[in-house]
Nanobody, 126 residues
Framework: QVQLVESGGGAVQAGGSLRLSCTTS????????MGWFRQAPGKEREFVAG????????NYADSVKDRFTISRDNTKNTVYLQASSLKPEDTAVYYC???????????????????WGQGTQVTVTS
């Protein structure tokens, strides 16, 4: 079973930054497509950003483009989400996800990911 562990969440004022990390001990991590999703109370889980196996392709939700950056370090089995210029509407539980199916693109749908972390809370205050 693949386990993902997120860290780096917390409370920040609007305009501030956070860096989220997601680490797994899975041997095949480097072959996974990795993504970040978020879910606010009363809302569906939504795609935030994703990255391909070799850090060559990325995909971002329109709401976070030019503010968030996803990256990965396969030697550390870790994917990162650098979230800058945070807004109150970014407040949510952020989930790390891993997809084991090979794709030439980075998917946006939750059902295209196979493993999930427990989530880390991000709270942005006005």
């Amino acid at each position: 079973q693949v386990q993902l562990v997120e860290s780096g969440g917390g409370a920040v004022q609007a305009g501030g930054s956070l860096r989220l990390s997601c680490t797994t001990s899975a041997r095949t991590f480097s072959s996974f497509i990795m993504g970040w999703f978020r879910q606010a109370p009363g809302k569906e889980r939504e795609f935030v950003a994703g990255i391909s196996y070799g850090n060559s392709r990325t995909n971002y939700a329109d709401s976070v483009k030019d503010r968030f950056t996803i990256s990965r370090d396969n030697t550390k089995n870790t994917v990162y989400l650098q979230a800058s210029s945070l807004k109150p509407e970014d407040t949510a539980v952020y989930y790390c996800a891993a997809g084991q199916t090979y794709r030439i693109y980075v998917p946006r749908k939750p059902e295209d990911y196979d493993y999930w972390g427990q989530g880390t809370q991000v709270t942005v205050t006005s």
